[in-house]
C-alpha cells in the first residue's frame, strides 16, 4: 500500500473511531435502536437521543471522576 494511502487511511480511522464512540454510547446506555422506515424519522429518533445524551452527560462524568484528596 503506497505510503499516501496508508496516511489517509489512519486518518479516516481516528475520525470514525471517535464518531463511533457516540453511537455506541447511545446504543448502549439509552437503548437507541434505530428502525424506522424514513430518513426523517430516524433523524428525529437521532436527535432527540443526542439531546438526552447531552442532558445526562455532566451526571455521568461527575459519577467517574474522582473526589479531591
Not at 500500500?1 to 454510547?25: I, K, Q
Not at 435502536?33 to 437521532?46: E, F, H, Q, S
Not at 452527560?57 to 484528596?69: I, L
Request: charge should be positive; hydrophobic fraction near 45%.
Amino acid at each position: 500500500m503506497p505510503p499516501h494511502v496508508a496516511h489517509g487511511n489512519a486518518t479516516r480511522t481516528r475520525v470514525r473511531a471517535h464518531a463511533e464512540r457516540v453511537f455506541a454510547v447511545a446504543k448502549r446506555r439509552m437503548g437507541l435502536p434505530v428502525r424506522t422506515v424514513g430518513l426523517l424519522r430516524a433523524t428525529a429518533k437521532i436527535t432527540l437521543a443526542n439531546l438526552a445524551y447531552n442532558i445526562r452527560r455532566p451526571d455521568w462524568m461527575d459519577e467517574t471522576r474522582s473526589a479531591p484528596a
